[in-house]
């Protein structure tokens, strides 16, 4: 008997590892520490293997353990916290899981569960292919990165496969330090392997065989899950020198970063992984052709090289099938902060931002009105209560003067303080600043002082006004995202402020 408890952070950091304990107690079963399925206010979560299928009851506290093994949990008995298949769940029920089909699934060292249950099968197609036929089918995918700027993957790919150099890297961007969100964690935690593989892949498609995985700090968990996947790839040969018998090459390495926000910029990851302070730098070139120790890189983040071998597995079509307009595939959306049910969704692009937020999401956790939505992190838009049916896919959020980002979104409610949410982006552009661009690096720190200043009603429809000119000024003058997207929550928020 199997009994699935997770060993995901964020249902460690309710109890799990003490439920796990106590059930371990149970010496006719195994326990086994998967990924989190991504219903967050269920956690921890637990899942009992019985001949009707897996028997879900949450959230379990150390407390219950005893009722539950009383009520019959090996056998999926009656309980007040039984929920039955969770994949009937409604809110799990209506999603469509590509990336993250095997999360909460599988034992995550598991490889032999990973194969069981389809992994390996975008490697295994890939090895037979061309490297030119592996980087059209993800150009014909659509696929595009999920790091933010949403730049079609294939062309990255075919840009760097055409480049001539006697050595290239695939870098793999997993500093997730936008605020609400958690997909990389929880993807690496509860599948790694399916970065492995695609990693992998993008090594085949452009001629690369090291890689490396740039996996922030506060990730203690995940750094230690990913370093003993690649051991376990290892040793059954899907990575190194033969991959799989094919005379083929690629082997990953994990660096951890030291907790700057900048260096989920490419560039200043680059700089980080060669050792150096994370700073941006100016492009031309492109790290395509000239990036990590000045050879051509692919950089993709986490979600993007996972979304990989169900591409390569079941062809560009069905990848294509996904999704609307440009934004083809499935985008993996977090609900964070002031929201009922906060979690994991995965669902094809185009779905509205109010189904999210209010049928998924289930309102605030407070009960009051929602006040505003910040979607794409600390650098994205504040949407009001009246624009919540802008359609989550990249051009239509451009459009609505947002973006979609990494997918992170972030629910206040109507005690939303628009011009302290302004001062909060302002101050947090100055304090993560890399300092290398003056608008940045200044526009940010006067930012702040403007702020203050209509704050207090200090000559408010100048000081408005300035506040505009530094925001059009460190749009248009900085070096990178950072700088360039402040003015989006700064304006917006201030919009919503205006309106109250």
Same mark, same amino acid.
């Given at each position: 008997?199997?009994?699935?408890?997770?060993?995901?952070?964020?249902?460690?950091?309710?109890?799990?590892? +003490?439920?796990?304990?106590?059930?371990?107690? @149970?010496?006719?079963?195994?326990?086994?520490?998967?990924?989190?399925?991504?219903?967050?206010?269920?956690?921890?979560?637990?899942?009992?293997?019985?001949?009707?299928?897996?028997?879900?009851?949450?959230?379990?506290?150390?407390?219950?353990?005893?009722?539950?093994?009383?009520?019959?949990?090996?056998?999926?008995?009656?309980?007040?916290?039984?929920?039955?298949?969770?994949?009937?769940?409604?809110?799990?029920?209506?999603?469509?899981?590509?990336?993250?089909?095997?999360?909460?699934?599988?034992?995550?060292?598991?490889?032999?569960?990973?194969?069981?249950?389809?992994?390996?099968?975008?490697?295994?197609?890939?090895?037979?292919?061309?490297?030119?036929?592996?980087?059209?089918?993800?150009?014909?995918?659509?696929?595009?990165?999920?790091?933010?700027?949403?730049?079609?993957?294939?062309? *990255?790919?075919?840009?760097?496969?055409?480049?001539?150099?006697?050595?290239?890297?695939?870098?793999?961007?997993?500093?997730?330090?936008?605020?609400?969100?958690?997909?990389?964690?929880?993807?690496?935690?509860?599948?790694?392997?399916?970065?492995?593989?695609?990693?992998?892949?993008?090594?085949?498609?452009?001629?690369?065989?090291?890689?490396?995985?740039?996996?922030?700090?506060?990730?203690?968990?995940?750094?230690?899950?990913?370093?003993?996947?690649?051991?376990?790839?290892?040793?059954?040969?899907?990575?190194?020198?033969?991959?799989?018998?094919?005379?083929?090459?690629?082997?990953?390495?994990?660096?951890?970063?030291?907790?700057?926000?900048?260096?989920?910029?490419?560039?200043?990851?680059?700089?980080?992984?060669?050792? *150096?302070?994370?700073?941006?730098?100016?492009?031309?070139?492109?790290?395509?052709?000239?990036?990590?120790?000045?050879?051509?890189?692919?950089?993709?983040?986490?979600?993007?090289?996972?979304?990989?071998?169900?591409?390569?597995?079941?062809?560009?079509?069905?990848?294509?099938?996904?999704?609307?307009?440009?934004?083809?595939?499935?985008?993996?959306?977090?609900?964070?902060?002031?929201?009922?049910?906060?979690?994991?969704?995965?669902?094809?692009?185009?779905?509205?931002?109010?189904?999210?937020?209010?049928?998924?999401?289930?309102?605030?956790?407070?009960?009051?009105?929602?006040?505003?939505?910040?979607?794409?992190?600390?650098?994205?838009?504040?949407?009001?209560?009246?624009?919540?049916?802008?359609?989550?896919?990249?051009?239509?959020?451009?459009?609505?003067?947002?973006?979609?980002?990494?997918?992170?979104?972030?629910?206040?409610?109507?005690?939303?303080?628009?011009?302290?949410?302004?001062?909060?982006?302002?101050?947090?552009?100055?304090?993560?600043?890399?300092?290398?661009?003056?608008?940045?690096?200044?526009?940010?720190?006067?930012?702040?002082?403007?702020?203050?200043?209509?704050?207090?009603? +200090?000559?408010?429809?100048?000081?408005?006004? @300035?506040?505009?000119?530094?925001?059009?000024?460190?749009?248009?003058?900085?070096?990178?995202?950072?700088?360039?997207?402040?003015?989006?929550?700064?304006?917006?928020?201030?919009?919503?402020?205006?309106?109250?």
């Amino acid at each position: 008997m199997r009994i699935y408890v997770p060993a995901d952070s964020a249902a460690r950091s309710v109890g799990a590892d +003490e439920v796990a304990a106590l059930l371990a107690e @149970l010496h006719d079963a195994e326990i086994v520490r998967n990924g989190s399925r991504g219903l967050l206010w269920l956690e921890p979560l637990v899942e009992v293997e019985t001949p009707n299928g897996r028997i879900a009851y949450g959230p379990v506290t150390p407390a219950d353990v005893e009722s539950l093994i009383a009520a019959g949990l090996t056998e999926g008995g009656d309980h007040a916290l039984r929920i039955g298949d969770i994949e009937r769940h409604p809110w799990f029920a209506a999603q469509d899981r590509v990336t993250f089909a095997r999360v909460g699934l599988i034992d995550p060292l598991s490889i032999e569960d990973f194969e069981a249950h389809g992994g390996f099968a975008g490697l295994r197609k890939a090895l037979s292919m061309p490297a030119t036929d592996i980087v059209e089918e993800v150009l014909a995918s659509g696929l595009r990165g999920r790091g933010g700027a949403g730049f079609p993957a294939g062309i *990255k790919w075919r840009t760097v496969l055409n480049a001539q150099a006697d050595e290239k890297f695939i870098a793999c961007n997993a500093d997730e330090g936008d605020s609400g969100t958690f997909a990389d964690r929880m993807l690496i935690e509860g599948d790694p392997f399916t970065l492995i593989e695609g990693m992998t892949i993008a090594g085949l498609a452009v001629g690369a065989s090291r890689g490396f995985v740039y996996l922030r700090s506060e990730y203690p968990a995940a750094v230690e899950t990913l370093r003993a996947a690649i051991d376990t790839a290892h040793f059954h040969d899907w990575l190194g020198d033969d991959i799989a018998g094919s005379g083929r090459a690629f082997d990953i390495e994990v660096r951890v970063g030291a907790g700057a926000y900048v260096c989920g910029e490419e560039t200043s990851m680059l700089e980080s992984l060669e050792g *150096k302070r994370g700073m941006v730098r100016a492009k031309p070139p492109l790290p395509a052709l000239k990036g990590l120790y000045g050879k051509p890189t692919v950089i993709n983040n986490v979600l993007t090289l996972a979304s990989v071998p169900m591409v390569l597995a079941d062809g560009a079509a069905a990848y294509q099938a996904r999704g609307v307009e440009r934004s083809r595939g499935t985008q993996v959306f977090q609900l964070a902060g002031n929201i009922r049910h906060g979690g994991i969704l995965e669902m094809p692009f185009g779905v509205p931002l109010r189904a999210l937020v209010e049928e998924f999401g289930g309102g605030t956790r407070s009960g009051r009105a929602i006040g505003a939505v910040q979607v794409g992190g600390p650098l994205g838009a504040y949407f009001g209560p009246d624009a919540l049916d802008v359609v989550t896919d990249y051009e239509a959020m451009l459009a609505a003067g947002g973006m979609l980002g990494h997918g992170g979104i972030v629910v206040f409610d109507d005690s939303f303080d628009g011009t302290r949410q302004a001062r909060f982006a302002m101050e947090f552009c100055a304090i993560e600043s890399c300092g290398k661009c003056t608008p940045c690096r200044i526009g940010s720190t006067r930012g702040v002082e403007t702020i203050d200043r209509i704050a207090n009603g +200090e000559d408010v429809d100048a000081n408005r006004r @300035l506040l505009d000119d530094l925001c059009t000024l460190m749009t248009d003058g900085s070096l990178c995202a950072l700088g360039g997207l402040t003015p989006l929550p700064v304006r917006s928020a201030m919009k919503l402020a205006g309106t109250r």
